[in-house]
Nanobody, 124 residues
């Protein structure tokens, strides 16, 4: 089992940047597929980015491709989401998520563990 705690959210202007962090507990962090999902008011939770257990494979939603970068540091039990060129439509609560299934993590429902979320607000 793993517990996840996000940080780094806040207010940014359009075109600006934010970096989210997700600290995980547990000795098996390096075996988990990690991801970020987000949920805007009145909308369903949507997939943002996924990273394999060793960081060798990443995948992004089309809406963030080229602007967001997911990475992980297994020595620090932490996964990151660097968000550049932010847009007002990126405004949402961002959730860190984990799954022990090597082929999982492509959709929100495939994750087993979730953080509490961190608010990101982008002003125009």
């Amino acid at each position: 089992q793993v517990q996840l705690v996000e940080s780094g959210g806040g207010l940014a202007q359009a075109g600006g940047s934010l970096r989210l962090s997700c600290a995980a507990s547990g000795r098996t962090f390096s075996s988990y597929v990690m991801g970020w999902c987000r949920q805007a008011p009145g909308k369903e939770r949507e997939f943002v980015a996924r990273i394999s257990w060793n960081g060798g494979s990443t995948y992004y939603a089309d809406s963030v491709k080229g602007r967001f970068t997911i990475s992980r540091d297994n020595a620090k039990n932490t996964v990151y989401l660097q968000m550049n060129n932010l847009k007002p439509e990126d405004t949402a609560v961002y959730y860190c998520a984990a799954t022990p299934i090597p082929r999982g993590g492509w959709i929100p429902d495939s994750y087993d563990y979730w953080g509490q979320g961190t608010q990101v607000t982008v002003s125009s």
